[in-house]
C-alpha cells in the first residue's frame, strides 16, 4: 500500500468517525449491547 492510498484510509476513517461517533460505538459494542442495557440511550 503506498502513502496515499494509507491517507486516503485514515482520511475516511477520520470522516465516518467524527460525522457518526455513536453509530460506530454501537456497532463496536453490538455484541455486548444484550448483557448492557445502558447502551441504549446513546442509539
Known amino acids: 500500500m503506498d502513502m496515499n492510498a494509507a491517507l ?3 482520511l ?3 470522516v465516518i ?3 457518526s461517533p455513536a ?3 454501537n456497532a463496536l459494542n ?3 449491547r ?3 442495557s445502558e ?3 446513546w442509539n
Open 23 to 25: 453509530g460506530i460505538m
Open 8 to 10: 486516503l484510509v485514515v
Open 12 to 14: 475516511i476513517a477520520g
Open 34 to 36: 444484550d448483557e448492557d
Open 39 to 41: 447502551t441504549d440511550q
Open 17 to 19: 468517525l467524527a460525522a
Open 30 to 32: 453490538g455484541r455486548r
